[in-house]
């Protein structure tokens, strides 16, 4: 292969954009990108909902968010909340992406 | 399908062990107890059955150690189910003719060597970033999950902690003993919300062992024989991201392949090992193996209902959460299910146990692996 699908994902982010895989043998999203015959690569809009979330406690560490997020297009991913105190992070609530920095993490969508 | 059966169950030393044990010392003693208890002996043992996240290559050192060269070997690693799907391969290994004598063995240090230590995580690019604490996080969201649509409550979780209390101060053998209440349970510190620290299992060293073999073979030992009825295995996913729907597990296939398998169904059971590494996951195991419908795990542990003298006997040896965690802990469930069969259970035994379901969890809500157990009389 060219690249590996993990290059690939991480090339399309770095240019702004949050990519995942259609299948059209079973017309759903794939997420996490992976090897696979027929899969064609897309971007999502970058909006979504939270599905599940938590609040991290580490020892000597302020506490962190980590959620479960459904894109719009079908996938599911896990990230961030970020913006908001991590105990004001709700299921249901509608995020979008923060086209900001190495790591992809979710705002709430105002 | 030949009828396989337990001929000989044991724990090794539990809890903290002595400084220098190995896994592989606390492996071998659960299996020389067990072959004891069973009355055979290890030159007898033809097929090894072990996983281990400290030692990738666990059956090699089982055999070496016990100084046993098997024609048959199984490392399967499915996490904490690994045992209860080794005993369903075990059964169809001596079904094949493979192996005659199996025996399946575990053994953890993790208290020890600490649990970053005994239990690498593998790291994935996708999760990685977000730096989860694996595995408690992945069942906070699942708990987070439950509670959202279900409307389950810290309560009814707590429920789940303060009953496996309860039955762990009639076991002699568990780690914590002292009372608990829904209180405690409330105020003790969050890890990951919404699980605090006592809705979290014990972090301890121990091991267990069990011998398999024919059931004809098995009338012939030391300890009366429990037959395996029935078994079934069930995966869905390796990452919580990646599971279909966080209140749903596998056990809903794994636990009808059981069930199936063995002619039986939910109130055919007489008592439950239900592996409880957090407290919502027996709330989601009895719901997906059909003891209750889907939602309602939370009001069906309400009002003491599994703690001892409740309707339902469940996690008799007190669990994961009171008893003992090393790491994995799907083999002590076997273990127990074979003491109330037998009627060893003192204190905390169910009386007139017949039928015991042993449910293995395995990964992060996982791998998920249903086994039936039955006395003797359950066969006619």
Request: overall charge negative; glycine content about 12%; proline content about 5%.
């Amino acid at each position: 292969m060219d690249a590996s699908p993990g290059a690939r994902f991480a090339t399309l982010w770095r240019e702004g954009k949050l990519a995942y895989q259609w299948d059209p043998a079973t017309a759903s999203a794939v997420f996490y990108p992976r090897v696979g015959a027929g899969l064609e690569w897309r971007v999502s809009e970058g909006a979504g909902t939270v599905y599940a979330t938590t609040v991290m406690r580490r020892r000597g560490e302020a506490p962190a968010n980590l959620a479960l997020i459904d894109l719009d297009e079908g996938f599911r991913m896990m990230s961030r909340v970020e913006g908001i105190a991590p105990e004001a992070v709700a299921i249901g609530m509608r995020v979008r992406v923060r086209y900001a920095g190495e790591v992809l993490t979710f705002e709430p969508a105002t | 399908m030949t009828r396989a059966a337990i001929a000989g169950v044991a724990e090794s030393d539990l809890g903290a062990v002595a400084e220098g044990t190995t896994p592989v010392d606390l492996m071998a003693q659960a299996s020389l107890r067990a072959l004891a208890d069973a009355g055979i002996d290890a030159a007898e043992v033809d097929g090894l059955f072990a996983a281990s996240t400290q030692l990738p290559m666990a059956t090699l050192n089982l055999g070496e150690y016990l100084r046993i060269a098997p024609r048959y070997s199984d490392a399967t690693q499915v996490g904490g189910s690994s045992f209860v799907a080794h005993l369903q391969h075990a059964q169809a290994a001596i079904t094949a003719g493979l192996c005659e004598v199996a025996l399946i063995a575990y053994g953890s240090t993790q208290r020890l060597v600490g649990r970053a230590g005994a239990s690498v995580q593998e790291v994935d690019p996708y999760e990685k970033p977000y730096a989860p604490m694996l595995p408690v996080s992945a069942y906070a969201l699942a708990a987070s999950r439950h509670m959202h649509e279900f409307g389950t409550t810290r309560e009814q979780l707590a429920e789940v902690a303060v009953a496996a209390r309860a039955w762990a101060a009639l076991n002699p053998k568990a780690f914590k003993r002292d009372p608990l209440s829904v209180a405690d349970v409330l105020e003790a510190p969050l890890v990951s919300d919404p699980l605090g620290v006592r809705d979290c299992c014990l972090v301890t060293d121990g091991g267990g062992a069990a011998v398999v073999t024919s059931l004809g073979r098995a009338r012939a030992g030391r300890s009366a024989p429990v037959a395996l009825l029935g078994a079934g295995e069930a995966h869905s996913h390796r990452h919580i991201s990646s599971m279909p729907d966080l209140t749903v597990t596998a056990a809903v296939d794994s636990g009808r392949r059981a069930f199936t398998a063995a002619g039986l169904g939910p109130a055919d059971v007489d008592v439950l090992e239900l592996y409880d590494a957090f407290t919502i996951t027996p709330l989601l195991f009895l719901e997906d193996l059909g003891f209750c419908a889907k939602g309602e795990g939370g009001t069906f542990v309400e009002g003491g209902r599994i703690a001892p003298g409740g309707e339902v006997a469940l996690n008799t040896n007190g669990g994961g959460l009171s008893y003992c965690h090393p790491g994995m802990y799907g083999l002590l469930l076997i273990v127990e299910a074979v003491r109330q069969l037998r009627g060893e259970g003192g204190e905390r035994q169910v009386p007139g146990a017949e039928v015991a379901l042993v449910h293995g969890n395995g990964g992060v809500l996982s791998s998920q692996c249903t086994a039936l157990l039955g006395t003797e009389a359950t066969l006619s």
